[in-house]
C-alpha cells in the first residue's frame, strides 16, 4: 500500500491508497477515462505552447477538421476504419496478456497481400468484383495472420518476447513492401504500383451519388462494414465462445487456465493469428478503399499503434472500439495539417500515459485524512 | 498432544478472557518491548483493535491466535513494515516511532518471517550484509565471511557462508535469517511462525537455538497457532483473537492448553470428528514408481507408489517440499512425469492432456487458492464453470450459454453459501473461505470419483475450517476416492483412513488411522518418518499398525 | 570493402546500443522494464542537437541531453512505481510520448545545418596494436572510449558494490530489501531514471557523434527495441550486451557498405547491380534481432535463469512475495 505525505504541517495531509473492496458503479470506469483524456489534451497544450502554438486554436481547429461538416465526417470515419481493425486486433491479443504491438506490420503485410492478388496477379484485372474482394480480402486476412502467427510461435515455442518480435517484424514488413514497391511493382520507376482496377476496389458512398445525391463527395468506404463486422464477430467470441472464455481465463490468469486444461500454446499461437490477421484486414480495407495501389507511406503511417492507443482506451470492448476509433479517426484526419507535425503522435501518446495513470482510480480508493497531531 | 487444534465441534460460545496479572513486580527485568493500544485497520478489516502486548528482557514471549488472529500483523508493525493507525511502542523504556524497517532494526528488533526474506541469487553473506551501511561501497566478501562463520559457532547456527540460498534447505535459510537479525545486533527476534516449514526433528534444533539465545540475553517472541509447541517453548503466552487481546502475558505454565485454546477460538474445541466407519472399494488411483523434477529441474519425486481406493480418505504427511505438491500435479497432469505412472481407473492419467483428468471424474483442490485455483478478476459464474464449460448444458456447439452457466452458478452459490452479492461479482473480492468454497462447489459439482486436496484448509478460520472436513467427509460417503495432502498431522490423522508419509519425494511408509485419538508413539513414528526414517527401521513398541 | 573500416565503424555505431542497453539493463536489474527506451533515444538525440545548435557547445547538449531523457523516464517510474501500473503499457505510451514530444520540439531542426560534434581522437599506445588498434583505438570519439570504460565498470557495479547488491535484491526480491530498510520505491524510481540517462546519452551519440543530425524518427530506426532485444540476449550482464551491441553496430555499417563494390567475393555484387535488394539487407538487423531472442531466450529455459525474478512486477508492501 503505497503512502505519502502531501504536506509536513498542521497533522500532515495525508494520502492513502486503499485497494477497492468493491465493484465501482458502470459509469465510474467511463468517467475516469473522459477525464483521462481531458488531462491529457490540458498537457499536450501546455507542450503545445511551449512550443509556440496555441492550443486552443488547435484543438478547435481539430473539432472543426474532422465533425464540422457531414463532408469530414466521412473522412473522419475513412480515417477511423483501418484504426477500428488495427484496435480489434490489438483488443484480442492484450485479453490474453499478449502484447501484440506489431499490428503495423501486420497491417502493411494485409495490404501486401491484398495487393499481390491484383498486381502479381493472382486474377485478372477484370474478374467481378464479388470474386476480387473477398479473394484479396482473404489474402490480406491470410497475411497479416501470418505475421502475427510469427511471433505468436516464438513466443509459445521458445519464450522469446512477443514485445520485440512482433515490433522487429514491423520494420521488416515495411522493407518488403518497399522492395515491391520500388522494384517489382513499380509504376514506372516511381516509389508506388500501377492503380488498382476498380473492381479490386471497395466501394465508396460516392460511388452511388447518382442514385442518391446525398452521397456526392462522401469517401466513407465498405472497409468499414469489415470493421463493424469483425466488432461484432469479436464481441461473440470473446464473451459468448468457448474459445473467448478460455481465453479470457488465460488471459487473466493463466496456471489456472492450465489447471482447467486449457492449451495455452496452441491459443497462444491462434490469437496471435488472429490478431494479426485482423490488423491484416485493416490493411486490405486501406489499400483497397483509400490508397487504391500498394504503396508505402500511407500504409505505415501508424495505424497499429494507435490501435494499442484505442484497444486500451475502448478497455479491450469490441464495440467501444468502434467509438473510440471514431475520436481518433479525428485526431489523424485534423493532424495531418497541423503544425508541427509531431502533435498528434505526441496527443496521442499523452492521452494513454494519462490513462494508464487513471487506472489506479479503479484499483484503488483514494483516502485522505490529516495524521493525528501529538 | 492431542488438544492441539484438531476438529472442532461447535458448542456454545465460551467467552471467558483471562485477565492475567500484568502488574510488574518490582524484582522483574525491565520490558524489552511494550506496545500499547495499537490500532491497525486494513479496508474492511480492524486487524488490531487496541492491543497491549509486552515482552520481557531474556524470555520467550509466545503470540497465540488463529490465522488471520492479527498476530503478524502486530509483529509487522514491531518490525517496521506497518505502521500502526495508533498506539505508542516503547522499546527499553523510550517511545519510538517506526517508519520503516530500518528503524526497528536499529532499536534492536528483528523479525525472521515466515516467508523467508532472502534473494534465492545471492550467497548466505551478501544475505546478510544486505541493506546495512558497512562495508560502505566495495564489496569484498572473505573478511564478512569470515565474520559470519563465527556469529554461527556462537549461537549453534551452522551454515556456510559463501553458498547461494537457492542451495540451502529450508532449515537452513531459518538460520540464515537469524544470522541476519544476529549480525544486525538485535535483541529482540521475532519468528514469524518459524516451525511450519520444519520437521518434527529440526523443531527441536529451533528450539534449542532459541533457549541458547536467551541465555546469552535476548529475547524472543515466537508467533504460532499450534498450542503444543507453545507449551513446550514459551515462558509466558499472550493471545489475539480477532485482532482483541484475550489473555496477556499469562506463564505458560500455569495455563491449560483447554483454556488457551478457547482463549483462541472463541469457544471449546474438541477432538472428535464424525467418520463413520466404510469399507473401501475398488483402486480409483494407482501411481507407480512415479519420478519427477521440481521447478528447478532438480529430482523432487523418487519412485513413488501409492494407491487410494474408492470410498477412503488417503493422507499424504510430510514436511512442506517434500514433493507433495509436485505428486499432485503429476496426478492432474500438470507436471511431467520422468518415469513411472499415474492411472486413474486403470488409465493413465500422468503426461497426459489436464482435460482427459477433467472429463473422466478427477477433480482437484489446489494449494494455491488465487493464483492456481481461481481467476481472480473472472466472475464466480466464470470461475465455476472453469471445468464444466466444455459440457452441455453450458457449452452449446462451439458456444457458450450463459445463462445456463448463470442458473449454474447462482445453484453453486445457495447449495454452498458462498457469500458473494450476485455471481458476476469478481471473485478476487471474496475471502478466503468464501473463495475455497468456490473451488469446492465447482471441483464437487462435478461428481467426481477422485478427488487429490492439496491444503485446503491453509489460512482458514475455524468455521471454514469444519465446513472443508464436512466436505472432504461427504464425498467418501459418496464412494469418491479423496487423496489428501496436509501439512497438518493432526487434521490428517482425524480425516484419513490410511496415511502415506513421504519424504524428499520417496516413500517412507503407510499407516493405517484407526479412530481420531492420535497417540504419542503413531506421532512420533510420523515424525521420524518425515525426517527421513523409513517405517521399517522405527522399532515401535506396539505400534498400532504398519503398512 | 574494408573490414577494418567497417568495424571500426561498427564499434562507434555500437556504442548507441551499447549504452540503450546498459541502462535498460540496470533498469530491469531493480525489476522495472521500461520499453521506453526508443523515446526516451530520440529524446535525447533531440536535446542533444538543438542544445547544441543552440549553444555551440556538444558538452552542453550532451548533458542537457541526458537529463532530459532521465526527467521524461520519470514519468514511467511515477506510472510504475507509485501507481503501480502495467509497466508493458506505461512503456509503449513512453516510447510515443518521447517520440511526439521529440517530434514537437524538433520540428525544422532537420534543416538547422551542423553543429560541432563530440571530439574524435586516437588513444596513444593502443592505437599501435594491429588490427585491434585501428579497430578500437583510432580516431574514434570520446563517447566511444566512455562506452569502453563503462561495460567494466557497469559489471563491477552491479556485482561487487554495496549499491550493486542492494539493486540485485531489489530486482529480485524487494520485500526482502523492504524488510531490511531498502527503500524499494526510492532505488526503482532511481534506476529508471538512470536507464533513461543512458538512454539519452545514446541518442546524443546518434545525433553529435555517428550519425550527426536529426531525422525524426529515423534518428533511431528502432535501435530503442533493438537495445531492449539485447538485454535478453545478454541475460542482463554487461559483457554480453557489448558484444552485441558492437556485434550489431557492425551489422549495421556492413549493410551500408556492402552495396558499393562492383563485385564481392570475385562475382557482381547483387546489392550494387540491384538496388532494390537493398532492402533486404535492410530487413537484416531486426531479424538479427529476432534471431538472437530465440538464442537468448533458449538458453534462459535451459539454464532455467535469466530474467530477475521481480521484473515487470509492481512491488506493494504488505503483498507476500515470491
Known sequence: ?374 | MCTCFLVYLATSPLEHAVTANTTTDLQQPPLAVEMRGIVKRFPGVLANDHVNFELRAGEIHALLGENGAGKSTLMNILAGLYKQDAGTIKVKGKTLEFSSPRDAIKAGIGMVHQHFMLVPSQTVTENILLGLDEPRFLMRLQEYDKKIADLGDKYGLKVDPRTKIWQLSVGEQQRVELLKMLYRGADVLVMDEPTAVLAPQEIEGLFETLHSMVAQGKSVIFISHKLNEVASIADRVSVLRRGKVTASGVPAKGVSRQELASMMVGREVALAVDKKPKTPGEIILDVKDVHAENDKGLPCLRGLSLHVRAGEIVGIAGVAGNGQVELSQVIAGLRPCKKGQALLNGKKVSNRDTRYGIEHGMSYVPEDRTHVGSSPNLSVTDNVIMKNYRKPPISKGSMLDMSAATKFAQELKEAYDIIVPTVNTPVRLLSGGNLQRVILAREISGHPNFMVAVQPTRGLDVGAIEGVHRLLLTQREADAAVLLISEELEELIALSDRIYVIYEGRMMGEIKVEGAEPDKTLMDAIGLMMTGTPLEQIHMEGAPTHG | MDFVVILQAGVASGTVLLFATLGEILAERSGVLNLGVEGMMLIGAMTAFSVTIATGNPWIGLLTAMLFAGLISQIHAFITVTLQADQVVSGLSLTLVGAGISLVLGEGLSKAGTVSLMPNFSIPLLVQIPVLGDIFFKEQSVLVYVGYLMIPLAWYYINHTRPGLHLRAVGEYPSAADALGINVYRLRYFYVFIGGIFAGLAGATISLAVSPGWFSELTTGGQGWIAIGLVIFAQWDPFRAALGSYAFGALRRLILDIQAPLTLFGVDNPFYYNPYLSFFLQMLPYAFTVIVLVIGSREAIRKRLGAPAALGEPYIRGERGK
Open chain 1, 1 to 374: 500500500m503505497a503512502e505519502w505525505t502531501a504536506s509536513k504541517k498542521r497533522g500532515a495531509l495525508r494520502v492513502q491508497l486503499e485497494p477497492r473492496l468493491d465493484v465501482p458503479p458502470a459509469w465510474f470506469p467511463v468517467a475516469v477515462s473522459l477525464g483521462a483524456v481531458f488531462v491529457a489534451l490540458i498537457l499536450g497544450g501546455i507542450v503545445i505552447a511551449f512550443s509556440g502554438g496555441n492550443p486552443f486554436a488547435t484543438y478547435a481547429y481539430i473539432a472543426r477538421a474532422s465533425f464540422g461538416d457531414i463532408g469530414v465526417l466521412s473522412d473522419t470515419i475513412v480515417k477511423a476504419t483501418p484504426i477500428i481493425l488495427t484496435a480489434l486486433a490489438c483488443s484480442i491479443a492484450f485479453r490474453m496478456k499478449l502484447w501484440n504491438i506489431g499490428a503495423e506490420g501486420q497491417f502493411i503485410m494485409g495490404a501486401w497481400g491484398a495487393s499481390a492478388v491484383v498486381l502479381a496477379p493472382l486474377l485478372p484485372p477484370e474478374t467481378t468484383r464479388w470474386l476480387f474482394i473477398p479473394a484479396m480480402a482473404l489474402a490480406g486476412f491470410g497475411m497479416g495472420g501470418v505475421w502475427g502467427l510469427i511471433p505468436g510461435y516464438l513466443k509459445a515455442k521458445f519464450n522469446v518476447n512477443e514485445i520485440i518480435s512482433s515490433l522487429m517484424l514491423n520494420y521488416i514488413a515495411v522493407s518488403w513492401v518497399n522492395y515491391w514497391v520500388f522494384g517489382v511493382w513499380s509504376e514506372g520507376g516511381f516509389q508506388m504500383s500501377p492503380k488498382f482496377p476498380t473492381n479490386a476496389s471497395l466501394p465508396r458512398l460516392s460511388d452511388y451519388a447518382e442514385t442518391i445525391p446525398f452521397f456526392r463527395g462522401l469517401t466513407t468506404h465498405a472497409g468499414l462494414i469489415f470493421g463493424i463486422l469483425a466488432a461484432i464477430a469479436l464481441w461473440f467470441i470473446v464473451y459468448r465462445s468457448r474459445w473467448g472464455y478460455e481465453i479470457r481465463l488465460i488471459g487473466d490468469n493463466p496456471r489456472a487456465a492450465k489447471y482447467a486444461g486449457i492449451n495455452i500454446v496452441r491459443n497462444t499461437i491462434l490469437v496471435m493469428a488472429l490478431s494479426g490477421a485482423l490488423a491484416g484486414l485493416g490493411g486490405v480495407s486501406e489499400v483497397a478503399g483509400v490508397v487504391r495501389r500498394l504503396q508505402t507511406a500511407p500504409l505505415n503511417a501508424g495505424y497499429g499503434f494507435t490501435g494499442i492507443i484505442v484497444a486500451w482506451l475502448a478497455k479491450l470492448h469490441p464495440l467501444a472500439i468502434i467509438l473510440v476509433s471514431i475520436l481518433f479517426g479525428a485526431l489523424i484526419l485534423a493532424g495531418r495539417e497541423i503544425q508541427p507535425s509531431g502533435i498528434p503522435k505526441m496527443i496521442q501518446g499523452i492521452i494513454l500515459v494519462c490513462l494508464i495513470a487513471s487506472d489506479f482510480l479503479l484499483r484503488y480508493r483514494l483516502r485522505f485524512t490529516r495524521g493525528e497531531v501529538e
